[in-house]
């Protein structure tokens, strides 16, 4: 079971590595730069948002997972008062934060002007604590699901977020118990995610990866069809496509999540963030490349983190 958490931290940083490298990026500027799509932990497109950052390195969504886990550890329950320290002290570091969604940063801000948070914030970002938290009641995806929610709702109010946040804590905690047998139990796995969501906008997105898969449809008709913006349903819903569609490879599945910017870019960070964690969580840490491990700055840390993880949520 620990490699498994260790498979979704180190899954989702690799993911989010790679994915920042060419962020809303067409696929023709990336061919001229890489000369192929991208498979290694190399400098940043000079044109991506996180341009500045060094290969191997995290954006600030990787730290909000990593947030949410470090409370969890500190405080071996979810104290949503610590997760709101945390997050103003992050808010408050004199570190940039790497292209999160200003709404996150907005919400933070009024947390710590003691004002009313909005709903408006729509981005995958906000999800993004489910991670961990799904880890953490990997026996009780229904637990699991309550805290998710409470801690994405110190950032927005957004019924969507709020629906996708659930979806990803239930994968995580059901993909950590091996409860189903993927491929072959792919749409038995998407309508147990929907049983946990509300709103019918993302039963809709949940039923579209079910018939794009049941016509093994190509990763280019899945961007069309899906979308692959940040806005959190269409982040998730390409996440949890491309790993749906080949669950047992590991490195195919973050591969294809960090190259999913088509012709026009994407938010190929989050949505390779999204599916490396659930590949990792799968497959577990044995099955992501060496290179890659190697690769990753923070590697150690990320590995401690999990185990650590692994020893709370066990008691």
Not at 9 to 31: F, K, R, W
Not at 69 to 78: E, F, G, L, Q
Not at 109 to 126: K, M, P, R
Not at 262 to 289: F, H, Q, R, V
Request: hydrophobic share 40%; charged share 25%; with cysteine.
């Amino acid at each position: 079971m620990e490699n498994k958490f260790t498979g979704t931290l180190l899954g989702a940083a690799i993911g989010d590595s790679l994915g920042m490298m060419v962020e809303e990026l067409p696929i023709d500027e990336v061919i001229e730069f890489y000369g192929e799509p991208v498979k290694d932990l190399t400098v940043p497109h000079p044109s991506s948002p996180s341009y500045f950052l060094r290969p191997g390195e995290n954006t600030s969504e990787f730290d909000i997972v990593m947030l949410v886990a470090k409370s969890i550890i500190d405080r071996k329950m979810i104290d949503i008062k610590d997760i709101i320290e945390k997050y103003i002290q992050w808010f408050e570091s004199s570190e940039i934060h790497t292209y999160v969604d200003p709404h996150f940063l907005l919400a933070i801000q009024s947390i710590l002007e003691g004002q009313d948070i909005e709903n408006n914030g729509s981005t995958v970002d906000h999800a993004l604590p489910s991670i961990p938290i799904g880890l953490y009641h990997y026996k009780n995806p229904y637990l699991a699901v309550e805290a998710a929610k409470a801690v994405c709702m110190l950032t927005t109010r957004n019924e969507y977020v709020l629906d996708v946040a659930s979806a990803i804590c239930v994968a995580i905690s059901e993909l950590s118990q091996e409860k189903f047998y993927l491929p072959d139990e792919n749409e038995y796995f998407i309508k147990h995610l929907k049983n946990f969501t509300f709103k019918n906008e993302t039963k809709h997105y949940l039923n579209k990866v079910i018939n794009l898969l049941k016509e093994d449809a190509d990763y280019e008709k899945a961007i069309n069809e899906l979308g692959n913006g940040s806005f959190v349903l269409e982040a998730f819903s390409q996440a949890l496509f491309i790993f749906l569609k080949t669950p047992h490879d590991t490195e195919n599945v973050i591969i294809k999540a960090a190259n999913s910017y088509g012709y026009y870019g994407g938010d190929t960070d989050s949505i390779a963030l999204i599916a490396g964690a659930l590949a990792g969580c799968y497959n577990g840490e044995e099955m992501i490349p060496e290179r890659w491990k190697e690769g990753l700055l923070k590697k150690e840390y990320i590995i401690d983190t999990a185990k650590k993880l692994f020893e709370v949520a066990l008691h």
